[in-house]
């Protein structure tokens, strides 16, 4: 049975607990990136992660930006700032959840939202570039995208 954790829609929360999923095989391509000492929180609809690192401070993973940041000091923050609509799209894109379930895009267990052309690229956000993805897959292309990215610069 999955988790319900913060919600957006009235259908598929917008973040699943991380301990739903294979973390260790979704992360592979991303340990370039991701401290093997931070923990995995959760993974979003659009298939980004929240880790928490050993100070107790919570980082993002952002598949669409490829890059990991800092998103909290704590607990106590994030749990504040998630209430926030704005934070929510400004951190998640959260706003397109719904949008996204309008069209009969709900993922399921194991599937995450994407972009077919990843944005990077010139693809659009709207939802004719907006397909479900299985998590594993999109994990492996965007870890791999950004990884390629990240050594060879344009």
């Not at 979003?44 to 401070?57: E, L, N, R």
């Not at 669409?64 to 998630?82: M, V």
Request: aromatic residues 12%; charged residues 20%; negative net charge.
């Amino acid at each position: 049975m999955r988790k319900r954790g913060l919600c957006v829609t009235d259908h598929r929360p917008l973040m699943i607990e991380a301990s739903e999923y294979d973390t260790d095989a979704l992360l592979y391509h991303w340990r370039w990136l991701v401290p093997r000492t931070d923990t995995p929180l959760f993974l979003s609809a659009f298939g980004d992660w929240v880790f928490g690192k050993p100070d107790g401070s919570l980082w993002l993973l952002s598949v669409l930006e490829g890059d990991y940041t800092q998103i909290a000091r704590g607990a106590r923050e994030y749990n504040t700032l998630n209430k926030s609509v704005e934070w929510l799209e400004a951190t998640f894109i959260a706003g397109w959840q719904p949008i996204a379930a309008a069209h009969g895009l709900e993922p399921q267990k194991d599937e995450c939202l994407g972009w077919k052309l990843h944005p990077l690229f010139g693809g659009e956000f709207a939802v004719s570039n907006l397909p479900l993805f299985s998590m594993k897959v999109y994990q492996t292309l965007m870890g791999q995208l950004h990884r390629q990215l990240q050594q060879h610069p344009a």
